[in-house]
């Protein structure tokens, strides 16, 4: 009862707010149609044996979800601002409903990212059978983890003013390093390096659609310890975080 | 209901606060906030926390809700730590600073927030009761100042708490605002609940509370009825234009507590302005420039500390 009613109210809120809106499901929509509509005719893109639409819906799905995962953190701190967060604290809201809420509203933004870059992708003509559309669907959501706990992380340790280039700047290293705008290659330090990030392997999971097959163990260790290591500071930070603002 | 009454003609203790310490690292070395604050309020029992701004009054209530960890002391509420009395829902709260969370109606939050607590009143119950129906429908992020000190109120109250914590409640409230909301906080008082708030209007304690804490500078200065702190801290001063005078004759004058000097001038402080000055000028016909004005509190509470730090 007390995490469907708050939930749902977490829910309506975050939707209502059109400006957030507008700029989180906007910008990778824009940008994807404004790179892929002009290249649509594009078959074989860099020599990649993949037509452009698909190449850069599945580089946007990355950049797409992590941000809608991430943003949390800016509402968070916005909620801050205000001393929300105290306000909480007198309530029998348990850490756990809160997580579990700030979460689920993640992955409400995050899937309907994806809804709308499959749309804008398939209207491009982007074709996949079925399984690979379940298949990347799947393996992104499970990526996501980490960027969930990363999120609610930024929003209990920055304030309202920080968390924006905060969260701008770690969305552009993540994908730089995880190689969401171009492959890393195979090799050397960064390759290394851009394994032991989570955006590694949600761009692995979002290749499934140009022919990748997922991740093995190695990405299921990165993921994991990702996931739980950033899951233990967001919750400490959030039981910490009861100063006045 | 019935649980309720008992609570109260048992006398069952609600709010145990026992050499409560607190110091914070600023930018000017270490501040005290609170230096050993004993305090036990009854069940039921309406209390005032008084005390001029930086008396350590929010800091105290943040360290009663579990929001601050005190360096020394201990906060027991019903019997329990802080964080069991919220989890269980009996403590209501409206902390000083704050606003509220956007994109809701005023209704639709206070709905939301009562989802979290075992037992909260209507929603509907909790708008008549804090008077906002004009309000509920509105976005939370257009309300005014003192309409958003309303709606916090009813989020407050919506926990149907045992124990009700306001800091500062009226601040940015009008005049009409600040009646209806007392109105209500004394109705919900008296449905046996214990209620505890702080302020720095000496009229709001006087005319509100069963029982004033006064607090200055960390410290607990008195504690007791309304009445008792009224005539510590809501004398009057008497300033008048008199050369020559002794301020021990002054001082001996029915209704003058304190007297000293400035240049020409003798300042009286008054337990009872009216017998003063009828005694002043009976004794003194050539007291001229002659004001009467009422001591402002952070006066009052400097003489009780300097006092209290003299001791």
């Not at chain 2, 709905?111 to 009143?121: G, I, K």
């Not at chain 2, 008195?222 to 510590?232: C, N, Q, R, S, V």
């Amino acid at each position: 009862m007390t995490f469907t009613t708050y939930t749902r109210y977490e829910l309506l809120r975050t939707f209502r707010n059109r400006r957030f809106l507008v700029f989180a499901f906007g910008f990778p929509l824009v940008l994807y149609i404004l790179i892929a509509a002009p290249n649509r005719h594009t078959h074989n893109l860099g020599s990649s044996g993949l037509s452009a639409p698909v190449y850069f819906m599945v580089g946007l799905l990355t950049f797409g979800t992590m941000n809608a995962m991430l943003s949390a953190g800016a509402r968070i701190a916005a909620e801050r601002s205000v001393g929300w967060n105290r306000q909480l604290r007198i309530t029998p809201l348990s850490p756990r409903t809160y997580f579990r809420t700030k979460v689920l509203t993640g992955y409400a933004m995050a899937l309907v990212t994806i809804g709308l870059l499959y749309a804008a992708g398939f209207v491009l003509g982007v074709r996949l059978p079925a399984g690979d559309w379940f298949h990347m669907t799947w393996l992104i959501l499970i990526g996501l983890v980490p960027f969930a706990a990363l999120g609610i992380l930024m929003g209990h340790l920055l304030t309202a003013d920080s968390v924006g280039p905060a969260l701008g700047g770690t969305t552009a290293i993540l994908a730089f390093l995880g190689g969401v705008w171009f492959p890393i290659g195979h090799h050397g330090a960064l390759h290394e390096i851009g394994e032991a990030l989570p955006s590694y392997w949600l761009v692995q999971a979002a290749h499934v659609g140009t022919g990748g097959s997922g991740w093995g163990a190695h990405g299921w260790i990165v993921l994991i310890a990702w996931a739980v290591g950033a899951t233990i500071l967001a919750r400490r930070a959030y039981l910490r975080d009861t100063r006045r603002a | 209901m019935i649980e309720t009454l008992e609570n109260v003609t048992t006398a069952a203790v609600g709010v145990t606060l026992h050499g409560l310490t607190k110091s914070f690292v600023g930018e000017h070395g270490t501040v005290q906030a609170v230096r050993g604050v004993d305090v036990s309020i009854d069940a039921g029992e309406t209390v005032a926390l008084l005390g001029p701004n930086g008396a350590g009054k929010s800091t105290t209530v943040d360290m009663m809700l579990g929001l601050l960890q005190p360096d020394a002391g201990s906060v027991r509420l019903f019997g329990g730590s802080p964080r069991e009395a919220v989890a269980s829902g009996r403590v209501g709260a409206m902390l000083q600073t704050g606003s509220l969370l956007r994109d809701l109606s005023v209704r639709e939050l206070i709905t939301m927030v009562a989802s979290l607590y075992p037992q909260p009143l209507g929603v509907d119950e909790t708008i008549s009761l804090t008077g906002i129906e004009e309000i509920a429908d509105r976005m939370t992020q257009k309300l005014s100042g003192g309409e958003t000190q309303r709606a916090r109120f009813a989020i407050a109250l919506v926990s149907n708490p045992d124990l009700l914590v306001l800091d500062e409640p009226t601040v940015a409230m009008d005049v009409e605002a600040r009646r209806a909301f007392w109105t209500t906080m004394r109705a919900f008082a008296a449905r046996g609940r214990t209620v505890m708030f702080a302020t720095h209007y000496l009229e709001e304690a006087d005319a509100y509370a069963d029982r004033v804490v006064l607090m200055a500078n960390g410290r607990v200065v008195a504690d007791g009825p309304p009445t008792e702190i009224k005539a510590m801290v809501g004398g009057r001063r008497i300033r008048a234009t008199l050369p020559g005078a002794h301020l021990f004759e002054l001082e001996s004058l029915p209704g003058v507590t304190h007297a000293e000097q400035r240049g020409e001038a003798v300042i009286l402080s008054c337990s009872d302005s009216d017998a003063a000055i009828r005694a002043l000028l009976a004794r003194f016909p050539n007291a001229s420039d002659l004001e009467i004005t009422g001591a402002g509190l952070e006066d009052a509470f400097v003489e009780l500390t300097g006092k209290e730090d003299a001791e």
